[in-house]
């Protein structure tokens, strides 16, 4: 399975807002579709992109906040 360039988009939109709710706001998406977007990213790459729990503000782990920048429109 090829990485989507909507999957990215996620990534930089909650990397961006400090929320996975917020980035759903921004992008005119659900939370649940950020988050299942985000979930797919990371199984696709192995690895885990964001800190935080359920509910909690989520922060891109300190590894892949590097990764938000190249692919910002």
């Known amino acids: 399975m090829a ?4 999957h990215l988009r ?7 807002h400090g929320s ?5 706001t921004a992008l005119d998406l ?8 985000i ?4 199984d696709q790459i192995g690895a885990s992109l964001f800190t935080g729990t359920l509910g909690a503000c989520h922060r891109p782990m300190p590894v892949n ?4 920048e ?3 429109p």
């Not at 996975?20 to 759903?24: E, I, Q, V």
């Not at 979930?39 to 990371?42: P, Q």
Request: overall charge positive; proline content about 3%.
């Open 65 to 68: 906040a590097s990764y938000a």
């Open 70 to 72: 190249p692919v910002k």
């Open 20 to 24: 996975f709710r917020k980035a759903g």
């Open 10 to 16: 996620f990534f930089v939109s909650a990397a961006e």
């Open 30 to 37: 659900s939370q649940s579709a950020i988050s299942r977007g």
């Open 39 to 42: 979930a797919d990213l990371e």
């Open 3 to 6: 990485i989507e360039l909507r």
